[in-house]
């Protein structure tokens, strides 16, 4: 695995609960910020593959958009309600 050093700014809350969330986790600042990121960009290629395919085929219906949330609350991707 590679990794770069770089500089990046937070805001003092953020950086304090990702302090706080990353020692939870058991993971240095640095381990935990990568996940986090990764994490993240997953999402946004996930709601980017929604938007095209809801570009081509149509707007997904609200029944199998639900069961898409509860699956993925079952699988621990995003809080329960």
């Not at 953020?14 to 990353?22: E, K, P, T």
């Not at 640095?30 to 938007?51: E, F, I, M, N, P």
Request: zero cysteines; glycine letters at 4%.
């Amino acid at each position: 695995m590679s990794v770069t050093k770089v500089s990046v700014s937070l805001e003092d809350a953020a950086l304090a609960a990702a302090r706080v969330a990353a020692d939870e986790a058991g993971l240095s600042l640095s381990a935990w910020l990568s996940q986090t990121a990764q994490d993240a960009a997953r999402l946004a290629a996930g709601r980017r593959a929604v938007r095209e395919y809801e570009a081509e085929y149509g707007e997904i219906p609200e029944a199998e958009r639900e069961q898409a949330r509860r699956t993925l609350r079952d699988l621990g991707v995003i809080p329960p309600k």
